[in-house]
Protein backbone atom coordinates (compact mmCIF):
# COMPACT_ATOMS: atom_id res chain seq x y z
CA UNK A 1 0.00 0.00 0.00
CA UNK A 2 2.85 2.28 0.84
CA UNK A 3 4.02 1.90 -2.58
CA UNK A 4 0.94 2.49 -4.03
CA UNK A 5 0.60 5.80 -2.50
CA UNK A 6 4.26 6.64 -3.34
CA UNK A 7 3.80 5.89 -6.93
CA UNK A 8 0.43 7.66 -7.04
CA UNK A 9 2.21 11.04 -5.77
CA UNK A 10 5.07 10.77 -8.09
CA UNK A 11 2.46 10.19 -10.95
CA UNK A 12 0.21 13.06 -9.64
CA UNK A 13 3.36 15.38 -9.29
CA UNK A 14 4.61 14.39 -13.09
CA UNK A 15 1.11 14.80 -14.68
CA UNK A 16 1.07 18.42 -12.93
CA UNK A 17 4.73 19.27 -14.34
CA UNK A 18 3.61 18.27 -17.72
CA UNK A 19 -0.20 20.40 -18.09
CA UNK A 20 1.99 23.21 -17.09
CA UNK A 21 4.88 23.00 -19.86
CA UNK A 22 2.12 23.32 -22.30
CA UNK A 23 0.26 26.65 -20.22
CA UNK A 24 -0.19 29.64 -22.41
CA UNK A 25 2.33 32.52 -21.05
CA UNK A 26 1.17 35.81 -21.44
CA UNK A 27 3.90 38.27 -21.46
CA UNK A 28 2.70 42.55 -20.67
CA UNK A 29 5.90 44.67 -20.69
CA UNK A 30 6.89 48.34 -21.59
CA UNK A 31 9.32 48.31 -24.84
CA UNK A 32 10.01 51.86 -25.48
CA UNK A 33 7.46 53.94 -25.91
CA UNK A 34 5.14 50.78 -25.75
CA UNK A 35 3.20 48.01 -24.40
CA UNK A 36 3.95 45.09 -25.88
CA UNK A 37 1.43 41.44 -24.34
CA UNK A 38 3.08 38.50 -26.46
CA UNK A 39 1.85 34.96 -25.52
CA UNK A 40 2.88 31.53 -26.72
CA UNK A 41 2.05 27.90 -25.95
CA UNK A 42 -0.69 25.71 -26.04
CA UNK A 43 -3.79 24.71 -24.10
CA UNK A 44 -5.41 21.13 -23.24
CA UNK A 45 -9.03 22.31 -23.59
CA UNK A 46 -9.62 18.41 -22.26
CA UNK A 47 -12.38 19.99 -19.06
CA UNK A 48 -13.65 22.91 -20.46
CA UNK A 49 -17.22 23.45 -21.57
CA UNK A 50 -17.41 24.17 -25.49
CA UNK A 51 -20.42 27.03 -25.90
CA UNK A 52 -20.28 28.09 -29.77
CA UNK A 53 -18.29 28.99 -32.69
CA UNK A 54 -17.57 33.00 -33.96
CA UNK A 55 -16.12 34.40 -36.84
CA UNK A 56 -15.36 37.96 -36.04
CA UNK A 57 -12.03 40.22 -35.65
CA UNK A 58 -11.65 41.63 -32.59
CA UNK A 59 -9.07 42.42 -30.14
CA UNK A 60 -8.76 44.26 -26.74
CA UNK A 61 -7.12 44.56 -23.18
CA UNK A 62 -9.11 45.34 -20.02
CA UNK A 63 -7.37 45.53 -16.57
CA UNK A 64 -10.40 46.12 -14.36
CA UNK A 65 -12.49 43.42 -16.46
CA UNK A 66 -9.27 41.12 -16.96
CA UNK A 67 -9.64 40.31 -20.42
CA UNK A 68 -6.88 40.21 -23.18
CA UNK A 69 -8.36 39.20 -26.63
CA UNK A 70 -6.63 38.71 -29.99
CA UNK A 71 -9.60 37.24 -32.13
CA UNK A 72 -8.43 36.92 -35.52
CA UNK A 73 -11.21 34.57 -37.96
CA UNK A 74 -13.00 31.82 -36.85
CA UNK A 75 -13.09 31.16 -33.17
CA UNK A 76 -14.85 28.79 -30.55
CA UNK A 77 -15.73 30.27 -26.73
CA UNK A 78 -14.88 27.98 -24.25
CA UNK A 79 -16.58 28.29 -20.68
CA UNK A 80 -13.34 28.05 -17.78
CA UNK A 81 -14.05 29.34 -14.06
CA UNK A 82 -11.62 32.53 -14.24
CA UNK A 83 -11.12 34.54 -11.31
CA UNK A 84 -8.73 37.28 -12.35
CA UNK A 85 -7.87 41.22 -12.05
CA UNK A 86 -4.59 42.62 -12.94
CA UNK A 87 -5.37 46.14 -12.69
CA UNK A 88 -7.73 49.40 -12.88
CA UNK A 89 -7.61 50.66 -16.48
CA UNK A 90 -10.31 50.18 -18.96
CA UNK A 91 -11.02 48.82 -22.43
CA UNK A 92 -8.17 49.84 -24.74
CA UNK A 93 -7.53 48.37 -28.81
CA UNK A 94 -4.18 47.93 -29.76
CA UNK A 95 -2.64 49.59 -32.56
CA UNK A 96 -1.68 46.61 -33.89
CA UNK A 97 -2.15 42.82 -33.28
CA UNK A 98 -0.92 39.66 -34.88
CA UNK A 99 -1.19 35.83 -34.45
CA UNK A 100 -3.36 32.94 -33.43
CA UNK A 101 -6.70 33.52 -31.71
CA UNK A 102 -6.49 33.54 -28.54
CA UNK A 103 -8.19 35.37 -25.35
CA UNK A 104 -9.65 34.78 -22.16
CA UNK A 105 -12.41 37.06 -20.11
CA UNK A 106 -12.81 36.66 -16.71
CA UNK A 107 -16.08 38.72 -16.38
CA UNK A 108 -17.60 35.54 -18.69
CA UNK A 109 -15.41 33.04 -17.68
CA UNK A 110 -14.52 32.34 -21.12
CA UNK A 111 -11.63 31.43 -22.77
CA UNK A 112 -11.24 31.93 -26.97
CA UNK A 113 -9.45 29.43 -29.20
CA UNK A 114 -8.82 28.73 -33.11
CA UNK A 115 -12.17 27.16 -34.70
CA UNK A 116 -11.30 23.34 -34.02
CA UNK A 117 -8.40 24.08 -31.74
CA UNK A 118 -6.94 20.13 -30.88
CA UNK A 119 -3.65 21.68 -28.28
CA UNK A 120 -1.06 23.13 -30.96
CA UNK A 121 1.40 25.54 -30.89
CA UNK A 122 -0.59 29.31 -30.03
CA UNK A 123 1.47 32.35 -30.21
CA UNK A 124 0.61 36.05 -30.94
CA UNK A 125 1.24 39.75 -29.72
CA UNK A 126 -0.81 43.08 -29.21
CA UNK A 127 0.71 46.17 -29.21
CA UNK A 128 -0.31 49.42 -27.99
CA UNK A 129 1.89 52.33 -29.06
CA UNK A 130 2.74 55.76 -26.91
CA UNK A 131 1.16 53.77 -24.12
CA UNK A 132 2.89 52.36 -20.60
CA UNK A 133 1.77 50.17 -18.29
CA UNK A 134 0.49 53.23 -15.98
CA UNK A 135 -1.63 54.67 -18.26
CA UNK A 136 -3.01 51.53 -19.13
CA UNK A 137 -3.78 50.76 -15.52
CA UNK A 138 -2.23 47.44 -15.66
CA UNK A 139 -0.86 46.16 -12.40
CA UNK A 140 2.53 44.13 -12.10
CA UNK A 141 2.49 41.33 -10.77
CA UNK A 142 2.59 37.42 -12.27
CA UNK A 143 -0.97 36.07 -12.48
CA UNK A 144 -2.32 32.45 -13.40
CA UNK A 145 -5.47 31.10 -14.54
CA UNK A 146 -6.05 27.43 -13.42
CA UNK A 147 -7.87 25.42 -15.87
CA UNK A 148 -9.24 21.94 -15.49
CA UNK A 149 -6.00 20.46 -17.06
CA UNK A 150 -4.12 23.15 -17.79
CA UNK A 151 -2.99 26.63 -16.73
CA UNK A 152 -2.64 30.52 -18.31
CA UNK A 153 0.28 32.53 -16.82
CA UNK A 154 0.08 36.25 -16.71
CA UNK A 155 3.42 37.97 -16.07
CA UNK A 156 3.30 41.86 -15.67
CA UNK A 157 6.83 42.91 -16.52
CA UNK A 158 8.37 46.06 -14.62
CA UNK A 159 10.39 47.97 -17.04
CA UNK A 160 13.84 47.47 -16.50
CA UNK A 161 15.66 51.11 -16.89
CA UNK A 162 19.23 51.32 -18.10
CA UNK A 163 21.54 50.62 -15.24
CA UNK A 164 24.32 54.15 -14.64
CA UNK A 165 27.21 52.07 -15.33
CA UNK A 166 25.81 51.52 -18.76
CA UNK A 167 26.36 55.66 -19.19
CA UNK A 168 29.57 55.53 -17.68
CA UNK A 169 30.65 52.73 -19.79
CA UNK A 170 29.65 54.64 -22.98
CA UNK A 171 31.48 58.26 -21.29
CA UNK A 172 34.51 56.00 -21.01
CA UNK A 173 34.33 55.05 -24.49
CA UNK A 174 33.86 58.36 -25.83
CA UNK A 175 36.81 59.76 -23.53
CA UNK A 176 38.89 56.58 -25.32
CA UNK A 177 37.97 57.32 -28.69
CA UNK A 178 38.53 61.02 -28.30
CA UNK A 179 41.83 60.09 -27.05
CA UNK A 180 42.69 57.92 -29.24
CA UNK A 181 41.88 60.83 -31.67
CA UNK A 182 43.55 63.47 -30.51
CA UNK A 183 46.91 60.85 -29.98
CA UNK A 184 46.46 59.97 -33.89
CA UNK A 185 46.38 63.75 -34.96
CA UNK A 186 49.69 65.04 -32.97
CA UNK A 187 51.60 62.07 -34.42
Known sequence: ?????????????????????????????????????????????????FLNSHSSTNSSLDPSFSFITNLQGPWDRYRA?????????????????????????????????????????????LTFESEDLDSLGIDLGNYSINLPNDLIEINVLAPIPLPASFWLLGAACLGLGFRAHRTKRNV
Open 1 to 49: MKNFLIVSFFAAFISNVAVQANAVVVNIFQDGDDVVANYSGSLNTAGLQ
Open 81 to 125: DITLSFGTGSTVSPTSSQGDTFGFVSGFDEIYLPSGYSGGQLSGS
